[in-house]
T-cell receptor
């Protein structure tokens, strides 16, 4: 199993550009989520999905879009990048029906917006 | 809403014990977790504790939960240089999507 994969690992954008961060998992997990990690602020939930065709907003959804057309993939779209979106982005997945609910994280995408 | 607080930094000498502390606000928390993030990597689950437990031991790791004070701690015995990482406390209250992470504590182990 590859686990949770994310591409790209690094990205530099100019203000106003759009891009898609890719996330895929091969564990047949129902639940997938996107977090951003900023110094001193921990992980903040952007969007999450409980299954194909179902998405919902997390704590900091503004400026981001998601879709879940398959169980495996959960891309995150930045519509018009802003310097405030400079961050490290993590995708995570887990089963929906397990007691412990361990989340499996991808290696992250480090995004810089100039 | 939920809030999870941790100190940002801890430095210990190799061989000593490390204690990383966490406080949370949601009294309905059902599960509490410790995740470890090594440099340049994503988070990995280290251990967890149910809210009806006071303590859990797993090899060099001891988790203590004081539910009255909403305080969680992670003790690492005989700390090694490989333990250098950022440690995140997280709480889950209600549905599986409601996991709130703390700010993370960076543990530096001095040889």
């Amino acid at each position: 199993n590859a686990g949770v994969t994310q591409t790209p690992k690094f990205q530099v954008l100019k203000t106003g550009q759009s891009m898609t961060l890719q996330c895929a998992q091969d564990m047949n997990h129902e639940y997938m989520s996107w977090y951003r990690q900023d110094p001193g602020m921990g992980l903040r939930l952007i969007h999450y999905s409980v299954g194909a065709g179902i998405t919902d907003q997390g704590e900091v959804p503004n400026g981001y879009n998601v879709s879940r057309s398959t169980t495996e993939d959960f891309p995150l779209r930045l519509l018009s990048a802003a310097p405030s979106q400079t961050s490290v982005y993590f995708c995570a997945s887990s089963y929906a029906d397990r007691v412990i609910n361990e989340q499996f994280f991808g290696p992250g995408t480090r995004l810089t917006v100039l | 809403g939920e809030d999870v607080e941790q100190s940002l930094f801890l430095s210990v000498r190799e061989g000593d014990s490390s204690v990383i502390n966490c406080t949370y606000t949601d009294s309905s928390s059902t599960y509490l977790y410790w995740y470890k993030q090594e440099p340049g990597a994503g988070l990995q689950l280290l251990t967890y504790i149910f809210s009806n437990m006071d303590m859990k031991q797993d090899q060099r790791l001891t988790v203590l939960l004081n539910k009255k004070d909403k305080h969680l701690s992670l003790r690492i015995a005989d700390t090694q240089t490989g333990d250098s990482a950022i440690y995140f406390c997280a709480e889950r209250a209600g549905g599986y999507q409601k996991v709130t992470f703390g700010t993370g504590t960076k543990l530096q182990v001095i040889p």
